[in-house]
């Protein structure tokens, strides 16, 4: 069985084609569009014209990859952006008429689901106690694993486009924004933090923008030109970059081998979130992976083929 999966997130639409063969699989093609769901309107709950824009043409140009595919099984999600929009019901509309897919708005707490399952289908399990850690856009999930059992996780609205329409940073950031920026999410993931703690969690595995993207920088290649099930990022390798970054000017970073694009102004506040879990918990290790709720649903579906309905 083919299969498409789209997750259609704050920052991009990210879409996986593989080929379901029992008990494996074989990925196809993976691509993702930016949409920036999560521009100026994300901080009054709001998808704006323009981004509704962006995601169609995103999702329209998915459709022409998908056509070339004999695809049996079409699964479209969308997340924090979209979950939290007071005008989700005519977006969702609109893109229903014109793809005929059917998308599955999840909450924050399937979200983390999926990606615990995604992260756990590259791994295999957790030879320790592990904190996942998924930034967003619109939402932040953090995952604590050890085996194949999933500890605790939460899903909170605070993921980066929504930090940089919060707070007006400056380029670059200025020490007392740093502290600002600390205190917001401690407030907010206090919870997250005791568990590490509880848990004794040493190892952080990232996976999505922000970890792809330090990975990339630390490689030295472009973005989406290394395919990464799992690497480890050497702690002395993270925490020059951090200081890379969060000394950076945007048009510093604008020319650094490895920097997404979608992630110039995204990347800061990550680092600042990032450096704050490793400090405030201990965590000693970082493997960065590829993985996160795409191929979570791609787990889904190894386990259960009809998992989703066909659309």
């Given at each position: 069985m083919?299969?498409?999966v789209i997750?259609l997130?704050t920052?991009?639409?990210n879409?996986?084609?593989?080929?379901?063969i029992?008990?494996?699989y074989?990925i196809?093609h993976?691509s993702?569009?930016?949409?920036?769901?999560?521009?100026?309107?994300i901080?009054?709950n709001l998808l704006?014209?323009e981004?509704i824009s962006r995601?169609n043409?995103?999702?329209?140009g998915?459709k022409?990859?998908?056509?070339t595919?004999?695809i049996?099984?079409?699964?479209?999600?969308?997340t924090?952006?979209?979950?939290?929009?007071g005008?989700?019901?005519?977006f969702?509309?609109?893109?229903s008429?014109?793809?005929?897919?059917i998308?599955k708005?999840?909450?924050?707490?399937?979200?983390?689901?999926?990606?615990?399952?995604?992260?756990?289908?590259a791994l295999?399990?957790f030879?320790?106690p592990?904190?996942i850690?998924?930034i967003?856009?619109?939402?932040?999930e953090l995952?604590?694993?050890?085996?194949?059992?999933?500890?605790?996780?939460e899903?909170?609205?605070?993921?980066?486009?929504?930090?940089?329409?919060?707070?007006?940073?400056?380029n670059?950031?200025?020490?007392?924004e740093?502290v600002?920026?600390?205190?917001?999410?401690?407030?907010?993931?206090s919870a997250?933090?005791?568990?590490c703690?509880?848990?004794?969690?040493k190892t952080l595995v990232?996976?999505?923008g922000?970890?792809?993207?330090?990975?990339?920088?630390i490689d030295?290649v472009n973005?989406?030109?290394?395919?990464?099930k799992?690497?480890?990022i050497q702690?002395?390798d993270f925490?020059?970059?951090?200081?890379?970054?969060?000394e950076?000017?945007k048009?510093?970073r604008l020319?650094?081998?490895?920097?997404?694009?979608?992630?110039?102004?995204?990347?800061?506040?990550a680092?600042?979130?990032i450096?704050?879990?490793?400090?405030?918990t201990g965590?000693s290790?970082?493997i960065?992976t590829?993985?996160?709720?795409?191929?979570?649903v791609?787990?889904?579906?190894?386990?259960?083929?009809?998992?989703v309905?066909?659309?």
């Amino acid at each position: 069985m083919k299969v498409a999966v789209i997750d259609l997130g704050t920052n991009t639409c990210n879409l996986l084609i593989a080929e379901v063969i029992k008990p494996g699989y074989r990925i196809l093609h993976q691509s993702k569009q930016l949409v920036r769901l999560g521009d100026n309107k994300i901080k009054n709950n709001l998808l704006s014209k323009e981004a509704i824009s962006r995601a169609n043409n995103a999702l329209a140009g998915q459709k022409k990859i998908i056509d070339t595919f004999q695809i049996q099984k079409v699964c479209v999600f969308a997340t924090s952006a979209i979950r939290d929009a007071g005008n989700k019901i005519d977006f969702l509309e609109k893109v229903s008429h014109n793809s005929g897919w059917i998308v599955k708005v999840i909450s924050g707490e399937k979200e983390a689901d999926l990606i615990f399952k995604g992260v756990l289908l590259a791994l295999e399990e957790f030879e320790n106690p592990s904190v996942i850690l998924d930034i967003g856009g619109g939402s932040n999930e953090l995952i604590l694993a050890h085996k194949k059992e999933m500890l605790w996780k939460e899903s909170q609205p605070t993921g980066m486009a929504r930090v940089i329409t919060q707070f007006a940073l400056s380029n670059p950031l200025k020490p007392e924004e740093m502290v600002i920026l600390h205190n917001f999410f401690i407030a907010r993931h206090s919870a997250a933090f005791e568990q590490c703690t509880h848990y004794k969690a040493k190892t952080l595995v990232g996976c999505s923008g922000a970890f792809d993207t330090i990975a990339d920088i630390i490689d030295h290649v472009n973005p989406g030109e290394k395919v990464r099930k799992k690497q480890e990022i050497q702690m002395a390798d993270f925490w020059e970059v951090y200081k890379t970054l969060t000394e950076s000017t945007k048009e510093q970073r604008l020319n650094m081998k490895g920097m997404d694009m979608v992630r110039v102004d995204l990347i800061v506040p990550a680092m600042v979130f990032i450096g704050q879990l490793i400090k405030e918990t201990g965590i000693s290790r970082i493997i960065q992976t590829d993985y996160a709720l795409r191929e979570g649903v791609l787990y889904e579906l190894l386990k259960n083929p009809g998992y989703v309905s066909l659309s």
